[in-house]
DNA sequence: CTGAAAGCGCTTACAG
DNA sequence: CTGAAAGCGCTTACAG
């Protein structure tokens, strides 16, 4: 079976291709009449447009990219431990659809490999997902292509559309909730206090609560874990327990960090919340799923996601035409890992 | 800055752009000396083949699809509720890069839908993900394109494709498992086991186990619900407990119903393993998160995945050229959420 | 072994 | 208001 061409249509219509494009694009005017004849051809041909032939001749692909950092060279590492990744994609994925774009995803090592993947794909637009070396926005600038990046700090950033969070304020109220509980020893757990800005950030929530209710930093109560996964969370649960009696709140940079932790303190005995208040930072479908559930800072994944794929899709689209931030509030859920402090 | 084209390179390597195919595309015998003077073309200019381009005069679009059952007008809540799906793309997605593939995924509500988009984007190859009409099946099969069909029973399915997993066996693990522990009273849960082939199967399983032990079927202990969400395993959890008061054990068809069941039971002050020994079903990442973790019936979702790939892409590559039809290994996991019977 | 030319399915100045 | 023609960047019989 042969495909349906704009061509079968035009002689369907008894017009020209050109005149099929133009009322299928709503370019220049047309008359009623043959509108109707070109519209009533395409029903009943049943004719879809080739998004490979339009891609080519408008270049312009009505495809957009989510570029994930690659772990052992495919993206599916990240996927399978970091649930986050899996909400924003949605996200954005919901609102291209609804805007008539496809999405598709990538883990990007270089910056060669993501150029080609632009150019190959002729992608639209871009979204960064997770940190990537200044080089490659070097290389971007130079694709000179919409581009949205995600939860960064670095100056240069501002070159691009950026969404993120009040990371600072999610810090100081996870810290705030446990200072109100009565815990005095608050521990800090995060990936990297220098090169993770994200973190950085929530750290000074953390020193501004502490501060504010005259507590003192105690740099024994900060650890570090190299990334976000559970396995870390339980190496940090057991450092935590063989390492500071004193410690009764746990403040951490992600939700699955958290639940490894609470697992690590359950195995040794020790009780959460009885010995151990812990609030988690990101409120995970899964943040429910645990026993106990977990009080965390909940930013809208999903709703980042759309926020994301709206801001490329209106630089795409040239609607918005100046590069923006938009910063998404962050609010504390509590529920059973922490309590009063005994 | 104006693209690299292959003309580009024609004129740099003095060849014409005909030629330059063909060494890109190792058809045709080129003298080696040509062969070098364009590779060496292509790597001055940094060039790229133009995949749009390759596409459209190919009718190949090196681009795959997976389909996945449309829930709220979008796949994003799919995805927040079932971290199998997740799983499972990340499977094909890591093989289809390997094999110079991009995939792309998109929600099917109807036939139509489906087939659009297959026409639009030139997709090679389709994966589909759930149940869906055989109305669909038929579309699929009047479109003539490679596709590999996932956990599907339905006779109408040996046309395509097909992966899947040993279910009878798992169910009959699982059960085997909790009898082995001395359990007597087991209950069965599941989505439907009238609309639901797969559950039917790993019923098939339980039954076999129970029989082979001696003990009868007790239709009061089959659970049904509507689909696969932590929700609704709560609300089973809580009719569980207020429902019959024999039950011991608890054979699941999914972690996340599991995971849901457990929450219940923990909420009405019952112990897990303690008065109710549960075993889940997919062996999802999460299942080691939850307390206690899950003892479960694991199957491989990545490598299904894989496998799912791999069998997609051969069939585009016309490597294998039968139908086929693989199963997966099932394997029971056992943590804390099983134990003897008191 | 190499190239001219037609073609893939669309769009878009340009002319009328 | 409508159409002929060139073009997007590649591939592929076909001829030599």
Redesign the pocket.
Known sequence: MK?T???DVAKYA?????????V??G?????D???RRVLEAVEVLN????FT??S????KSNLIGIMLPLVEDSPASVFKNNLYYNEFVSGVESVARNRKFDTMIAGVGNPEECRNWVKKRNLDGLIFLGMFSQHLYNELKALNIPTVLIDTYEEYTNLFDNVKVNDEHGGYLATKHLIDLGHKDIGFVATSLISSPVDTKRFEGYKKALQEAGLGLDKKLIFETKDITFDNGLKIGKKIVSYNRKLTGIVTVSDVLAIGIIKALQKQGKQVPGDYSIVGFDDLTISNYTTPSLTTVRQDIIEKGKTAGNLLLNSIESIDTEHQTVEMPVELIIRESTQKRN
């Open positions: 495909k061409t704009i061509k008894e017009v020209s291709p050109a005149t099929v494009s133009y299928l694009n370019v220049k005017k047309v008359s009449d043959t509108k004719y879809y447009p080739d032939a339009i080519l001749s408008k270049k």
